[in-house]
């Protein structure tokens, strides 16, 4: 119901818009609709108006069953009384406010807040209201200051439709905050936007639909600017024990609430559609909480389901790992992952070009091909691998090898100019190719072959020349790396030992020549105190000075000693790596054929001794020998 309280005449916009807008006195529900109307009416810009809000009413009802009650008007006191859960989120009850404003045009030249550049907003649930006050934003304090800030703030709130003195109770504490800061200020500016909680009421609680996650299927999540790599499609999904593997989150009904506009939120009834309808086998365990279930795997392996049953499974067998049919596959070397692929025709490839596996063992019975890549605990490749092919194993067994393989137990049977990396490496047969080992044999030994080892090498049959056989102590990256280390500190040690070394000769240099006054002075001040005067104070600073002399020097002797101690250690590690070439030999159980080299690589001096062994000589065993200070030769010598 809207009463006039002050009449204009009527006619067209143009007669309208010329006339005074006079102040006008309306009773509303819906402040904002009223203001929009009256400038409608005068054809003018909703923004020129203000209003003074003269009161406000309150009022309930409860509603019966099928049947609405009568409005009632509560008092301002009663108002207070219904913030209470039990009244306000009874779905029967009501609330509304009507407002009896004055409309006029705005003054700004009155207007006390016209730099004062705040506004009232809330949160999508119309639950908590905030007063926002922009950076920049200008205000003087002046009497009745509190009462206008919250008078200005009250019309914010109406206009937005906002519930006023309800739900409101932390309005005073925030009026009182702006009102100390611009009161100390006397003209105060906002330097920063401030944002302060003016209402709040009850939040609903949200209605949850079920849902069913798969949180097996690691798939990564990508933008749109990222370049997806369709060769890595998760055939296997590896799991590991007690990993969580499908949760079923169950529906959850939301509790209701009233936001500060007086309405009541209901919430709406969950939906129910990914209720689980698979089953499980003894390798999952199911864990049952109100909120969820969740399905658990009990072992490592890969997560397969079979009709309707999830299980987890660790063998897997394959035709061929390629691009159209599983892409590259990875479960970790811990997921006890057991892969056979089957393809054996020596014409294709059982796993395809530039394929990636990454499993716990793999048995390939065909070929790697070209850019591929394996990484194993335990590895058997009974086909070839391509020479841009990569095997990567803990135990790794190759038919025939021209790309690169990594290990620490590796057998081949034929290396064709391939390279090989490991602890122990075993070869049946070596057509050229790079060998880096602790420890090598190769039954036949063809030409081409490089072969470095750290303790030996070992040739059962030499069928060919153009080989070379070296001894490097430092072969392995990890002792290459602690000798580095160990030469760093050596050069550190030196370093400061020739420093202090320096510093003892000054400081001792200095206490020599001052120890003659030192004892007179030391005479003169036992004099003074067996005679009870009082010692000078000059005296016995000088006194107590030269004693640090002779304190510091005695510190950086026994630094110095200490240094050279350590420097001693270090020097013998050193050693220790040089000792291990002369333990090690290279070893030719046929006769020497062709051009062969024979290199032992020394630590310290760091230098390279080489020997060719004459054709058809048939000296076995081939060792590094000191044959006099710091001159080193290659012989051979008893096994």
């Known amino acids: 119901m809207v009463i006039k309280m002050a009449l204009f005449g009527s006619g067209s916009?143009?007669?309208?818009?010329?006339?005074?807008?006079?102040?006008?006195?309306?009773?509303?529900?819906?402040?904002?609709?009223?203001?929009?109307?009256?400038?409608?009416?005068?054809?003018?810009?909703?923004?020129?108006?203000?209003?003074?809000?003269?009161?406000?009413?309150?009022?309930?009802?409860?509603?019966?069953?099928?049947?609405?009650?009568?409005?009632?008007?509560?008092?301002?006191?009663?108002?207070?009384d219904l913030d209470d859960k039990t009244a306000l989120l009874n779905p029967h009850f009501e609330i509304k406010q009507m407002y009896e404003i004055e409309m006029f045009q705005k003054n700004k030249a009155d207007d006390k807040f016209r730099d004062f550049h705040a506004s009232v907003g809330a949160n999508a649930t119309k639950c908590k209201v905030y007063l926002s006050i922009k950076e920049g934003s200008k205000l003087s304090y002046f009497p009745r200051f509190e009462e206008e800030l919250r008078n200005f703030i009250n019309k914010k709130k109406v206009r937005a439709n906002i519930l006023i003195n309800i739900f409101d109770s932390m309005l005073c504490d925030a009026i009182s905050e702006i009102s100390a800061f611009v009161q100390v200020q006397e003209n105060a500016l906002f330097k920063k936007t401030q944002t302060y909680l003016i209402a709040e009421s009850h939040e609903p609680t949200l209605t949850k639909d079920d849902e069913l996650i798969l949180h097996y299927d690691k798939k990564d999540e990508v933008d749109e600017h990222t370049k997806v790599d369709y060769a890595k499609r998760g055939f296997i999904q590896s799991v590991l024990e007690d990993e969580l593997l499908i949760e079923y989150i169950k529906p959850q009904e939301g509790k209701p609430g009233r936001n500060c506009r007086g309405e009541y939120m209901n919430p709406k009834e969950p939906e129910v559609k990914n209720a689980p309808t698979f089953n499980i086998d003894d390798t999952i365990k199911m864990i049952e909480t109100p909120e969820n279930i969740e399905y658990r795997a009990k072992e490592n392996g890969y997560i397969a389901l079979e009709g309707s049953t999830y299980l987890i499974k660790t063998d897997v067998d394959i035709g061929e790992i390629s691009f159209k049919t599983t892409g590259s596959i990875s479960t970790g070397l811990d997921s006890d992952v057991n892969i056979s692929v089957k393809e054996k025709d020596a014409l294709k490839d059982a796993v395809g070009t530039g394929m990636e596996v990454e499993v716990s063992e793999i048995t390939i019975e065909g070929n790697v091909g070209s850019s591929a890549k394996v990484n194993a605990i335990k590895a058997t490749v009974e086909g070839q691998v391509h020479k841009t092919a990569m095997v990567r194993a803990h135990s790794l067994k190759i038919n025939v090898h021209k790309g690169m393989a990594y290990g620490r137990d590796i057998d081949?049977?034929?290396?064709?100019?391939?390279?090989?990396?490991?602890?122990?490496?075993?070869?049946?047969?070596?057509?050229?190719?790079?060998?880096?080992?602790?420890?090598?044999?190769?039954?036949?030994?063809?030409?081409?072959?490089?072969?470095?080892?750290?303790?030996?090498?070992?040739?059962?049959?030499?069928?060919?020349?153009?080989?070379?056989?070296?001894?490097?102590?430092?072969?392995?990256?990890?002792?290459?790396?602690?000798?580095?280390?160990?030469?760093?500190?050596?050069?550190?040690?030196?370093?400061?030992?020739?420093?202090?070394?320096?510093?003892?000769?000054?400081?001792?240099?200095?206490?020599?020549?001052?120890?003659?006054?030192?004892?007179?002075?030391?005479?003169?001040?036992?004099?003074?105190?067996?005679?009870?005067?009082?010692?000078?104070?000059?005296?016995?600073?000088?006194?107590?000075?030269?004693?640090?002399?002779?304190?510091?020097?005695?510190?950086?002797?026994?630094?110095?000693?200490?240094?050279?101690?350590?420097?001693?250690?270090?020097?013998?590690?050193?050693?220790?790596?040089?000792?291990?070439?002369?333990?090690?030999?290279?070893?030719?159980?046929?006769?020497?054929?062709?051009?062969?080299?024979?290199?032992?690589?020394?630590?310290?001096?760091?230098?390279?001794?080489?020997?060719?062994?004459?054709?058809?000589?048939?000296?076995?065993?081939?060792?590094?020998?000191?044959?006099?200070?710091?001159?080193?030769?290659?012989?051979?010598?008893?096994?």
């Open 13 to 80: 916009k143009k007669t309208t818009s010329m006339k005074k807008v006079r102040p006008t006195v309306v009773r509303t529900q819906n402040v904002a609709k009223e203001l929009m109307g009256f400038a409608s009416s005068y054809d003018i810009k909703v923004e020129t108006l203000d209003f003074n809000l003269l009161s406000v009413q309150t009022y309930t009802r409860m509603n019966a069953e099928g049947a609405e009650g009568e409005w009632e008007e509560i008092s301002a006191s009663e108002v207070y």
């Open 412 to 639: 081949i049977t034929r290396l064709e100019h391939g390279v090989v990396d490991g602890d122990t490496v075993r070869i049946a047969q070596a057509v050229g190719g790079e060998i880096r080992a602790k420890e090598l044999v190769i039954e036949v030994c063809a030409s081409y072959v490089k072969a470095t080892a750290s303790r030996f090498i070992e040739i059962k049959k030499l069928q060919g020349g153009e080989n070379v056989f070296v001894i490097d102590p430092l072969l392995k990256k990890d002792t290459k790396e602690d000798f580095g280390d160990n030469q760093e500190h050596i050069s550190e040690l030196e370093r400061d030992i020739r420093n202090i070394k320096q510093e003892i000769q000054k400081y001792t240099k200095m206490i020599k020549e001052g120890m003659p006054a030192f004892n007179d002075l030391k005479k003169r001040l036992m004099g003074y105190k067996k005679n009870g005067v009082k010692l000078p104070s000059s005296f016995v600073k000088q006194y107590k000075q030269f004693q640090k002399l002779q304190e510091h020097l005695k510190n950086i002797k026994a630094e110095h000693e200490q240094k050279k101690d350590k420097l001693k250690l270090l020097t013998s590690k050193t050693s220790s790596f040089q000792e291990n070439i002369f333990d090690a030999r290279i070893i030719n159980r046929d006769h020497w054929e062709g051009y062969n080299e024979l290199k032992f690589k020394l630590v310290d001096p760091p230098m390279e001794v080489t020997y060719s062994p004459p054709e058809g000589s048939a000296e076995k065993v081939f060792a590094l020998v000191e044959v006099d200070e710091g001159q080193y030769e290659i012989k051979a010598v008893k096994e």
